[in-house]
């Protein structure tokens, strides 16, 4: 009765001995495993260097095209307020806009694809979701754009304002998506992107600058001259005051319209 107690402790210590490490490993594998889910799920997963380059390229190619030639695009419509209709300069300008735009719709479709085929798309974020609303956008656009009726249509009038309005949108959305991309992309990789998001808002600003400036520019170079034909001006005797008295109309200043800049450039 002895022995066989002692054979009993002796096969149990064996047993604890193999055993329980296969058994504490095995714990151990499965809780790494559902960690590792639960990180991939989160979207907190650290991507591979391939990855990670890939992430990056996608990024490049959507700041191209949403953050740089769609923008400047735009700018070349509102550069041309002031060229007279039907010359040479007007139709440069427009095939600028045009090669800008289609250029940076082609960049986009490059990195949607990229998206599509590399990353994992499960649409739970912000900017994945604003990403494909901007995707079917442009090329709505790009459509719009192809198909403008031809002036005197009543069509036309609804085409310049969905053309008009659609692509400030697109412009305006596909900006703030960048900043939403920079962001994912931090928390993606936790490397930072301070010095990325310095840049590109000085990018922005910039051209936000330009933008606004050069609708003033001829407006603060007429008052340049006027300050200087101003000063060789003399006073008015009385003669000229009581001529000008008597004709009121001619006090009334010139009519001045502003130039639709949109509007010259599709004609």
């Not at 479709?109 to 499960?122: D, H, Q």
């Not at 031809?150 to 959305?173: A, C, D, N, P, Y």
């Amino acid at each position: 009765m002895r022995n066989f107690h002692n054979l009993e402790l002796v096969t149990m210590s064996l047993c604890n001995a193999f055993l329980l490490p296969l058994v504490q490993g095995s714990a151990h594998e499965g809780l790494k495993k559902a960690r590792n889910q639960r990180s991939i799920e989160d979207g907190h997963e650290k991507p591979s260097h391939e990855k990670r380059s890939d992430i990056q390229l996608h990024g490049l190619l959507l700041w191209i095209s949403m953050g740089f030639l769609m923008p400047v695009g735009i700018l070349t419509v509102r550069m041309s307020g002031r060229i007279a209709r039907g010359s040479t300069q007007l139709k440069v300008f427009f095939y600028l806009h045009v090669i800008l735009q289609t250029l940076s719709l082609l960049l986009a479709s490059a990195g949607a694809v990229m998206s599509l085929r590399k990353f994992e798309n499960l649409f739970n974020n912000s900017h994945q979701r604003i990403g494909l609303a901007l995707y079917v956008a442009i090329w709505a656009q790009a459509v719009i754009g192809t198909f403008r009726p031809q002036r005197g249509k009543k069509e036309r009038s609804v085409w310049f304002l969905m053309h008009w309005s659609l692509g400030t949108i697109v412009s305006l959305v596909g900006i703030i998506n960048i900043y939403t991309g920079l962001n994912a992309y931090h928390k993606k990789t936790s490397r930072s992107i301070g010095l990325w998001t310095v840049l590109f808002t000085a990018e922005i600003c910039f051209i936000g600058f330009f933008y606004l400036f050069q609708d003033k520019w001829e407006f603060l170079q007429k008052q340049g001259v006027i300050l200087e034909d101003s000063e060789g001006v003399s006073a008015p005797d009385e003669q000229q005051v009581e001529a000008q008295s008597q004709n009121p109309m001619d006090l009334l200043p010139d009519p001045c319209t502003k130039q639709n800049a949109l509007r010259n450039l599709f004609d």
